[in-house]
């Protein structure tokens, strides 16, 4: 009798014993092939990511844009406030103080009331 429960107790430490290799092989293997997948995706995206420009000529090219853009408003509207202040700004912003001066006289001279449009007119003019 005693050998049938030890012969019953080995063939069930066995099953045990194999169903726990068997757990802890799909375990790993989820864990590499996870693993691989995420390592493999980050390869690609820096593969295929585009070269970053220089942070200064993309800023300048950023202001560039935007003069032009507020040029083009001038063109249709020749005394729009918010483009003259903008074309100002932007020109000031790049280091073009004489090319700012234009749209200041404008804007002052449309309107001579706005103490602020005379005080950065003679900021930049040096005065």
């Known amino acids: 009798m005693e050998s049938i429960e030890k012969k019953y ?14 757990f802890i092989s799909v375990s ?17 995206e ?4 585009p070269q970053p420009i220089p942070t200064q000529n993309a800023k300048v090219l950023s ?3 935007e003069e032009r853009g507020y040029q083009l408003v001038l063109q249709r509207e020749s ?3 918010t483009a003259l202040e903008g074309l ?3 020109r000031m912003r ?7 001066v234009e749209p200041l006289e404008k804007l002052v001279k449309l309107y001579p009331d706005r ?3 005379k005080v950065l007119l003679g900021k930049v003019k040096g005065k």
Do not use: C, H, P, W
């Open 9 to 22: 107790n080995k063939a069930r430490e066995m099953r045990s014993l194999r169903i726990k290799q068997i």
């Open 28 to 44: 790993i293997v989820s864990f590499v092939g996870s693993t691989a997948f995420t390592v493999g995706k980050l390869f690609i």
């Open 46 to 49: 820096g593969l295929n990511r």
């Open 63 to 65: 202001l560039a844009e």
């Open 79 to 81: 005394e729009n406030q």
């Open 88 to 90: 100002a700004d932007v």
């Open 94 to 100: 790049m280091g073009n103080q004489k090319g700012a």
């Open 115 to 117: 103490e602020d449009y």
